[in-house]
């Protein structure tokens, strides 16, 4: 009997050790279950010590007379509206829906799975997407997929191995300096709530969902802004053909592009999703036919998911603090606490200059930034100034001395 039970037991132990590999599964994963997010804010960090402001140098709002702060604006280089693109998976396809975008003027947020292939062919091609102002953003390791999900399924889905990994994986093969964004592979998991915390503690700043794709929820979720929980985020309307488990999809140009004309009257972020192998491709294919109506409006922030929401915690977060001159015209701290490794954003300041047809210098850090004149916003780190009738919008990454001279 004594021998029967040790057989039982190590027949037991062995299937679980079985399992635990399959799954990837670590002591970590159990251990850390309960742990708290990361935080993205450096401790005991003193920004305007750092930049070698004395509080001698702060003066009061509205003391100065040529120029004036206004405040920050909704978006980068106040643009009016957003636009921001995802795509999904590890497919063949990826190249040419990439070259699609970038001939109208898109960036987007590529979500793939780097243990399925073709992921090594796709590498250098998603390199050069970066370098173009894309984002790549984790899609887990081996795309693993259940209907309906369960709380089982989805711990074992949701481990170390799947969802740092991945980001390893992208950190190692590109010189993207972060991983911001995930994708829930076929949506599964993305209501649990301690599958957004493992995101979260993995440093993932939002995570894209796939809402009800069996009962077709996902080709419109109507989503025209930031979502309130980044870690279950929503998006406008899918762009793609029928695929997966869905019984539709949204191919019809006019409805894709009345559904963007909304948003952007409402001045809102336009958010569209799409697979590359559900799509077609060519100037008379509804793809690029929506690409080409949403595309290259010099009033728009054409810009990844990532670094959108990314902005929202840098404009939140950021504070601008009046000087003394100091031989300038004006000066100002624009500073906060946000991780710099993390948070590498610009954001737009809008100052007034009652100095009417007289130029103005601005400087950031002591050097001078370039004045930028027309085009799109294509870029979510660059820093310019632009000028509009008395304001100056100017694009600038915080913790720096902004200079008038």
Request: aromatic letters at 14%; charged letters at 25%.
């Amino acid at each position: 009997m004594k021998k029967f039970i040790v057989a039982v037991l190590a027949i037991f132990l062995g299937l679980c050790g079985y399992y635990a590999w399959v799954s990837r599964l670590s002591w970590n994963d159990f251990a850390a279950f309960g742990a708290h997010p990361v935080l993205f804010e450096l401790p005991g960090d003193d920004p305007l010590a750092r930049l070698g402001v004395s509080p001698g140098e702060l003066r009061g709002p509205g003391s100065r007379d040529a120029i004036r702060y206004v405040g920050k604006t909704r978006y980068l280089n106040n643009a009016r509206a957003v636009v921001m693109h995802t795509i999904d998976d590890s497919t063949e396809f990826v190249p040419s829906c990439l070259d699609a975008m970038d001939k109208y003027g898109i960036k987007a947020t590529v979500f793939v799975s780097t243990e399925v292939e073709p992921i090594l062919r796709l590498w250098p091609r998603l390199r050069e997407a970066i370098a173009n102002g894309h984002e790549i953003g984790s899609h887990s390791r081996r795309h693993q997929c259940q209907w309906p999900d369960s709380y089982f399924f989805c711990f074992r889905a949701y481990t170390d191995y799947e969802v740092s990994g991945s980001r390893d994986d992208i950190l190692k093969n590109t010189r993207q300096p972060y991983v911001w964004s995930w994708a829930y592979p076929c949506g599964n998991c993305a209501d649990r709530e301690f599958a957004q915390r493992k995101l979260a503690r993995a440093g993932y700043l939002t995570a894209r969902a796939y809402p009800g794709e069996e009962q077709d929820l996902h080709n419109l979720p109507d989503l025209e802004t930031y979502d309130p929980n980044p870690y279950d985020a929503r998006y406008t309307q899918v762009v793609q053909k029928k695929g997966g488990i869905a019984r539709s999809g949204r191919t019809n140009v006019p409805e894709l592009n009345a559904k963007f004309d909304e948003v952007y009257q409402r001045g809102g972020i336009y958010s569209f999703l799409s697979h590359p192998q559900w799509l077609d491709f060519g100037p008379a294919k509804f793809y690029e036919q929506h690409l080409a109506y949403v595309g290259h409006r010099s009033d728009v922030w054409y810009v990844p998911m990532g670094p959108l929401y990314a902005y929202r915690m840098v404009q939140e977060k950021t504070e601008v603090r009046d000087l003394e001159p100091k031989g300038a015209l004006a000066r100002f701290a624009v500073y906060n606490r946000l991780d710099p490794k993390v948070f590498l954003n610009s954001l737009t300041l809008e100052f007034r200059d009652f100095r009417a047809g007289v130029k103005t210098v601005v400087q950031s850090n002591g050097k001078p930034l370039v004045e930028k004149t027309q085009g799109a916003t294509d870029r979510w780190d660059a820093e310019y100034y632009r000028r509009e009738n008395q304001s100056i919008f100017i694009a600038v990454r915080p913790n720096t001395i902004l200079e008038f001279r």
